[in-house]
């Protein structure tokens, strides 16, 4: 019986964006292409912690829906590719959504916008009105 998989590449950015695509063809054969229901091309981003002495990596995340068995098979392939620093699989339940990265940065912008930043006539009138206050006490 197949069930729903969630698997997250992290790709060394020392690549070009061909050999990018390149890597990814070869994770999509291992994976079976006929498996892959959804992919979220991420692309680059910051890393929380300096992975393999860099800031950034590719990220590409897959939704899977295949048999349990194949899993350890996928990741044991995946963990000899030289070019994939880390790939992290999730079992999903049947009630869990897969959602793109750009779809989770949009839910958490409308919960925490961006602040605006300051012009410079406004952070010299804030200092003012500081000093106002200040001066009053």
């Known amino acids: 019986m197949n069930k729903n998989y ?62 349990p068995t194949l899993i350890p098979g996928i990741e044991s392939e995946l963990r000899i590719n030289k070019w994939i620093v880390k790939f992290f699989t999730y079992s999903m339940s049947d009630s869990d959504v897969f959602e793109t990265f750009s779809n989770v940065q949009k839910k958490v912008l409308e919960v925490f916008p961006l602040q605006e930043e300051v012009t410079e006539e406004e952070e010299i009138e804030d200092k003012e009105i500081a000093l106002d206050a200040s001066s009053k006490e």
């Open 6 to 67: 969630e698997l997250n590449l992290v790709i060394d950015t020392n690549l070009s964006s061909v050999q990018i695509a390149e890597v990814k063809a070869k994770c999509e054969k291992i994976i079976w292409k006929e498996s892959i229901v959804k992919i979220d091309d991420i692309w680059l981003l910051n890393v929380a912690y300096p992975i393999r002495w860099q800031n950034q990596a590719y990220y590409v995340s897959y939704y899977l829906k295949l048999s």
